[in-house]
C-alpha cells in the first residue's frame, strides 16, 4: 500500500526517523513499537527509519507518512511523492556486534560489514552506542586495523604529486592549543605539501575548522582544496565536504554524548582519515596533563605504540610528540579569540603567546624533518627562520585569500565578565575540561565571539579579587549560564602564598 | 528566559524529546546538537529531554519549546505554560557506565544510582544501551544481585496475607506455551494464594496478559487486584498499572530493539518482580530446544543455578523445571487463537490440545508442592483432579467474573492462508523463533484474531500440498506481509520419508 510523503521539518541529525499517524491505512503503528524500525522504499532507493506515532492527523494523515530531514534527504524524494513501508530487517552485522558483545573477536569481513551497514545509516544510535561500548571493553590489535582501514576504505580517498605529504594532528583536549594554524603556513612556507583537513568543535569551544573561518572560508570542496593546494603547497579547510571518514563522522556523533573516548577508537579515527587523505609523514601531538585527555606517562606510551603499530601497517612514517597538557595554550579560548593569537603570533606581535609560538615551533621543526633535504635537528631551526621572516605570515595570507579572506572584523563578544581569584595564592592548577566547557557555555564555538580569554597562568601569583580570567559571550542566556557555572567551579586551584611551592602540592 | 510550552502531538516512546525553533530566543539549538541533551525545568519539576530543531516556525516558533507526548505527561504541565531551559547535566551516575565499560566492577550503591537514574528518565536511549552493553560483556554475581535489589526497591512492593504466595513464570520464547492460564485456575482453585502479573507481548505474538484480555479486562490497579485475589485466590492480570520493576521495563525497551537477552539480565528482570510481588514460592518454565532462547542442557543448567543463587539471597523458594522447548505448544499461536486453546484445556474439551494440557499440569503440580499440607510428589495428581473435576474452569470463570468479562466474541482473523508441504516427509523441526515471527507479522498481538493455527507437530508424516499451519489476519498489509515472509522461509524442515528416522537426522 503506498502512502504519500509528508515533509516534516525537524531535524533529528544523524538518525530518520518517519511518523505515522496512529491510525494508519498501511499498517498499526504500534505493531513496530517494540521495534521501531521500518523501512521505507521509493523504487529506486530505500532507508531504514525509526518510527514515532502521531495523534494529530493535520500533522500526518492516515494514508501519509511524515519523514524528518535527514530521512527525506537521504531518501531523495518529493513532498507528496508516493513510498511503501515495510517492518525493517536488522541489518544482518549486528548478529557480529552481538558476537563481540559476548567477547568474541571479529574477523576483517565482519568488521566491514559493521562499519558498510553504519555508513549506510542502517543502524539506530542505540545499535551504534552498543557497538561502540562493545569496542570500548576490548578490541584486539586486529580488529583495530581492521577497524581502521574498513573505515578508510568508505571513504573518499585523496592522491598527492611527489613522495612527501605531511600532516599534523592533535589528539585535542586543551583549550587554546590551536598550533595546526600556525604551522600549516610555516610547512607550507618550507614548501613541503601539507592539505590539512580539520575538525569543527563537538564538544569542545573551538576547533581549527571554526577558527580559520573567522579568517577565511573553509567548507571547501575537494576540487577547491586541490587548487588552494597546488596555489599554496597547503590548506586549513574543514573536512565536512570532503568526506575522508564518513564512518567516523557517524561514529563520533554517539562517542561524544557517551564520552566514550578509548584510545582504540581515537586511533581508528585519526589514521583513518590520514589512509584517506594521502598523509606520508604525520606529526601528532599527544597532550599529557592532570585534566587533558591523556593523564599519565604511561597511558601517553600506550597510546603512542598504538598510533605507531596501525601507522606501521599503513605504511605511514608518524612521530608523536608527548607534550605538557597542564594547561590552556595561548590565551584565547573560542574561535575569535583563538584567531587573534594566532595571528599576533604569524605577526612577530611583542603581545603574542610565548607558549603558542614555542609549541608551534617544536611541531612544525618536527614536521618539516619529513623533508630529506632538512639536516637532522634543523627542522626546529628552519621553522623559526620562517616564522621570524615574515615567511609563515605572508603564506597564512596566501592560504587565506586562496580559500576566500572572510569579510568584515572579527570581535570578541561584548558582553564580558572578569572571575576573579577569591583568596591571594599562587595558581597550582587550571582545569582543561572546565575551562572548555565554560567557554562552551558562553555560547563557544557558534558565538564565534564567545568564550575566555585567560589572564593567569600555573605558577602566577594572584591577589584576592585579581581576575584569573575573562569570560566573553554575546547573548544573554549563554553569558548567565556561563557566569552563574563559573562560580560554582571556576577550574582554578590555588595554593597559599604563604607556603613553598612543593609544600602546596 | 521562558520559553511559551507547545505540545507536540508525537509519541516518542521512553525518550523525552523537546524540540526548539531554530531560531529559538532562548538559545541557539545548534550548539546543543552535540549533546542533545537539555534540562526543562516548569518551577516544580524538571526534565531531561534530547533535542530537535525545528525549521517550521509555525510548528514551534522562536519562543516556544515544542514538547512530544512523554515529556509533555512527565512533566505534568500545561499547553501555553511556560518553563525555562539549560543545557543538561550528564547524570553522575553515567561514570560508574563508563568504568564498568572500560571493564570496573560496580557496588551496590554505583549500582543503585544508576538504576535510579535509568527510572527518573535522565538516561537517552543510547546512554541505556551502554549500560545494557556494558553489562552483557560481564557481571559478577554480586553485581547481579546489587542490580537485581536496586530495581526491585526502586518499583511498588505487595504484601499479602499468609505465609505462601505462590507465582509461576516462563522464560518466554515458545509461541503458544500458554500454561500460566491454566496453572492459576488450578492453583486457585487449590487454595493458594497465587497473585500473578503478566507482560503483553514485545516481540513475541502474544504475551499472556495480551490472550487474557480476550477474557477479561486486564488493565487492573493494585486496588483492584487485591480485591480479585481476595475473592479468587488468584488473579490473571498486565502488570502495567502495578509498576513492580519500572526500571525494566526501561531496560526491556532497549533490551529488545537490541536483542539482547543475556542470563544475567533475564534472572535481574525476573526476580526484580518477584520480589516486589512478595512471592515466597516460585516455579520457573525454562524450555531448552534448537530455536528457543536456552538451546542446550549446560545453558540451561547455568541459567538454573543462576535464578538458585538470588533466589535465595532474596529467601524465595525458587523451583526451576527444564521443559521440551523443541516446538510450538498448543495449537493457537495469537491471542485469540492461544485463548481458544486455553479454555478447551480448562472444559476437558476432547479435542483440546494435549501438549498444553499435559504441561499445565506438569507446572501446576510444582506450585501445590508448595502448600505444606500436600504429600511429597502430589502436586500433579492434585492438580489432574481440580482439572479433571471442572474445578479449574469454574475457578477461571470466578477470576474472569472478578476482573470483568470481555463483552463480544472473541474471533480468529477472517483472512486465511494454508502454509503447505512442498514435499512429502516427517517434520524433522520447527522454528519457534520463525513461527513467533510469522505470527507477529500477520499482525499479532494488536490483532487479537491475528496467528498461526499450528496444524503439523514435530515427527508428523506429511504429504506435499498438505497444510503445515494457517495464517489468519484481519488487515491486508499484515496478511501479505505473513504469507510472502512463509512463502520464503515456512520454518518447518522436513526429513525425507524414505529414510528411517535415525536417518534422517
Not at 552481538?98 to 576483517?108: F, M, N, P
Not at 603581545?351 to 635537528?377: F, M, Y
Request: with cysteine; aromatic share 4%.
Amino acid at each position: 500500500m503506498m502512502l504519500r510523503i509528508r515533509r516534516i521539518p525537524l531535524d533529528t541529525l544523524r538518525e530518520n526517523v518517519a511518523v505515522l499517524a496512529s491510525n494508519c491505512v498501511a499498517l498499526r503503528p504500534e505493531a513496530f513499537q517494540a521495534f521501531k524500525r521500518l523501512e521505507v522504499h521509493n523504487g529506486a532507493r530505500s532507508i531504514i527509519a525509526s518510527l514515532d506515532i502521531c495523534h494529530d492527523h493535520s500533522m500526518v494523515a492516515p494514508d501519509e507518512i511524515g519523514l524528518t530531514e535527514p530521512a527525506f534527504r537521504r531518501l531523495g524524494v518529493q513532498e507528496g511523492g508516493t513510498v511503501t513501508i515495510a517492518p525493517a530487517r536488522s541489518p544482518q552485522s549486528l548478529e557480529h556486534v552481538r558476537a563481540k558483545i559476548v567477547g568474541e573477536t571479529l574477523d576483517k569481513h565482519q568488521i566491514e560489514s559493521i562499519i558498510h551497514d553504519i555508513v549506510g545509516y542502517r543502524y539506530s544510535d542505540m545499535e551504534i552506542a552498543a557497538f561502540l561500548v562493545a569496542c570500548a571493553g576490548f578490541l584486539t590489535t586486529d580488529e583495530l586495523l581492521h577497524l581502521t582501514f574498513a573505515m578508510a576504505d568508505v571513504g573518499n580517498h585523496m592522491t598527492w604529486n611527489g613522495p612527501v605529504v605531511v600532516d599534523k594532528h592533535c589528539i585535542g583536549g586543551i583549550p587554546g592549543n590551536r598550533t595546526t594554524m600556525i604551522v600549516v603556513p610555516i610547512v607550507a612556507a618550507h614548501g613541503l605539501t601539507i592539505p590539512k583537513t580539520s575538525s569543527r568543535a563537538i564538544t569542545s569551544p573551538a576547533g581549527t575548522a571554526d577558527t580559520m573561518e573567522v579568517l577565511a572560508r573553509v567548507d571547501l570542496s575537494m576540487d577547491e582544496m586541490r587548487s588552494v593546494v597546488e596555489e599554496c603547497n597547503g590548506c586549513l579547510i574543514w573536512g565536512g565536504h570532503v568526506n575522508l571518514s564518513p564512518a567516523d563522522d557517524i561514529l563520533i556523533g554517539v562517542e561524544r554524548p557517551l564520552n566514550l573516548d578509548t584510545r582504540e577508537q581515537m586511533v581508528a579515527s585519526i589514521m583513518s582519515k590520514k589512509k584517506a587523505a594521502g598523509s606520508t609523514h604525520l606529526v601528532i601531538d599527544l597532550p599529557v596533563g592532570p585534566s587533558a585527555k591523556v593523564r599519565d606517562a604511561t597511558e601517553a606510551m600506550r597510546l603512542r605504540k598504538l598510533f605507531e603499530f596501525v601507522a606501521d601497517a599503513m605504511k605511514i612514517h608518524v612521530d608523536v610528540l608527548v607534550t605538557d597538557g597542564a594547561q590552556p595554550i595561548g590565551r584565547g579560548v573560542g574561535p575569535i579569540l583563538e584567531a587573534q593569537d594566532v595571528m599576533a603570533v604569524l605577526a612577530n606581535d611583542q603581545g603574542a603567546p610565548a607558549d603558542l609560538r614555542e609549541k608551534s615551533l617544536q611541531l612544525a621543526g618536527r614536521v618539516l624533518e619529513a623533508d630529506p633535504a632538512i639536516r637532522g635537528g634543523g627542522g626546529y631551526g628552519r621553522a623559526r627562520q620562517l616564522l621570524d621572516s615574515g615567511a609563515a605570515l605572508a603564506s597564512m595570507n596566501r592560504i587565506i585569500d586562496a580559500q576566500g579572506r572572510a569579510p568584515g572584523a572579527a570581535v570578541a563578544g561584548p558582553l564580558t565578565a572578569d572571575i576573579c581569584a577569591d583568596a591571594d595564592g599562587i595558581v597550582a592548577s587550571i582545569d582543561c575540561f572546565r575551562i572548555a566547557q565554560l567557554a562552551r557555555l558562553a555560547g563557544a564555538p557558534l558565538d564565534r565571539g564567545a568564550g575566555l580569554m585567560m589572564l593567569k597562568r600555573v605558577g602566577d601569583r594572584v591577589e584576592a579579587g585579581e581576575p584569573l580570567y575573562r569570560i566573553h559571550s554575546a547573548g544573554e542566556s549563554h553569558f548567565n549560564f556561563a557566569v552563574d557555572a563559573a562560580g560554582e567551579v571556576n577550574g582554578f586551584a590555588l595554593a597559599s602564598p604563604s607556603l613553598q611551592r612543593g609544600a602546596a602540592q
